[in-house]
């Protein structure tokens, strides 16, 4: 076969950029790096709720996503952070359009392995959509659950608002803090408070819808009497604290965020009440309340840093009145 003489004078330049190209490629490659601002967020995340406190038998913590830069990378990471309850696809294009480099979402948006990433699953469109912008996502979850001063702590503190009345507050599952600073001592999952003296279920009703963001509606489970329900115990898990809760025999009344139809009749049967508020309207008041301050506080060294609260995350469930529906499910004539 003969070739022309022009494409023989020109195979070896294809042939030297083609090798220049790959080098270039390998070294890039090689030299991926986490940006300083991700890993400062990192570390002020582990430095507030140590990775060991979460409960590894079946919790999935830490850096899941990474973001990286490169030698050659000319713009530098936005030291934006964003921090959502539950990251969906909603909250990542917010991610985006809000310049965050680096999400923490409470909850892991990766619980399990994946065996595929495509854009069949709206959660692998996610990591798709993330990696696309560079954008890094790392999950505390029941590292903020255990902690001194986390979420299970902010719960059992709202009990401590009631006037005229002193608390004391125990930890329901504690965790083996052998290895972390004294200031972690007495972690782990739930807690029980007790009260000086009786107070009434409506007041507590009251008092975790307001604390809790102000909620308009909760969930309540209570034996029928034909007194004013009365509470001295109360035990608090946020999420799904059924089986965190299960041990606490003294309790008069369990504050969770979901719990399922048979536990709550057993308890009701007990002669307990229980506050349910839907799953993560018992966690979403933290990031504003309490993470948010602690983040700014751990990262006020780092120039233009914004720690931001998602506008878009919201509990999937949410109570309608059915003669007053929401404009997207009213009832259209044909």
């Given at each position: 076969m003969n070739f022309p003489s022009s494409l023989l004078r020109t195979t070896p330049k294809l042939i030297s950029s083609f090798a220049s190209y790959t080098q270039q490629r390998t070294f890039t490659m090689a030299t991926m790096q986490r940006p300083p601002f991700t890993q400062q967020v990192v570390k002020a995340m582990q430095t507030l709720y140590p990775e060991s406190l979460a409960d590894r038998a079946w919790d999935n913590v830490g850096l899941l996503q990474e973001n990286f830069t490169t030698p050659s990378t000319t713009t530098p990471t936005s030291p934006v952070v964003l921090l959502t309850n539950d990251l969906t696809?909603?909250?990542?294009?917010?991610?985006?359009?809000?310049?965050?480099?680096?999400?923490?979402?409470?909850?892991?948006?990766?619980f399990r392995g994946l065996k595929s990433i495509t854009l069949a699953d709206p959660q692998q469109r996610i990591v798709l959509l993330l990696a696309q912008h560079n954008i890094a996502v790392y999950?505390?979850?029941?590292?903020?659950?255990?902690?001194?001063?986390?979420?299970?702590?902010?719960?059992?503190?709202?009990?401590?608002?009631?006037?005229?009345?002193?608390?004391?507050?125990?930890?329901?599952?504690?965790?083996?803090?052998?290895?972390?600073?004294?200031?972690?001592?007495g972690a782990g999952y739930g807690r029980k408070v007790q009260l000086s003296q009786p107070t009434g279920l409506g007041e507590l009703v009251k008092l975790y819808a307001k604390g809790l963001g102000g909620l308009k509606h909760?969930?309540?489970?209570?034996?029928?009497?034909?007194?004013?329900?009365?509470?001295?115990?109360?035990?608090?898990?946020?999420?799904?604290?059924?089986?965190?809760?299960?041990?606490?025999?003294?309790?008069?009344?369990?504050?969770?965020?979901?719990m399922s139809h048979h536990p709550a009749l057993k308890l009701v049967m007990e002669g307990k009440a229980v506050i349910s508020v839907f799953h993560s309207n018992s966690e979403r008041a933290f990031l504003r309340e309490v993470l948010k301050g602690q983040l700014e506080e751990e990262l006020k060294e780092v120039e233009g840093v914004e720690v931001l609260i998602s506008e878009e995350d919201q509990d999937p469930f949410q109570i309608v009145d059915v003669e007053d529906l929401p404009r997207d499910m009213g009832m259209q004539t044909v």
């Open positions: 696809p909603a909250v990542a294009q917010e991610a985006i359009s809000r310049k965050a480099s680096v999400i923490v979402s409470y909850h892991p948006f990766i999950s505390p979850h029941t590292a903020i659950d255990a902690a001194p001063g986390g979420m299970a702590d902010w719960l059992a503190q709202m009990v401590s608002s009631l006037p005229d009345r002193t608390t004391t507050i125990s930890t329901v599952t504690p965790v083996d803090t052998s290895s972390l600073p004294d200031k972690f001592a909760v969930m309540v489970a209570r034996p029928k009497s034909e007194g004013q329900f009365m509470v001295k115990t109360v035990a608090v898990c946020p999420g799904s604290g059924e089986s965190v809760l299960a041990g606490v025999k003294d309790a008069d009344l369990i504050v969770t965020g979901e």
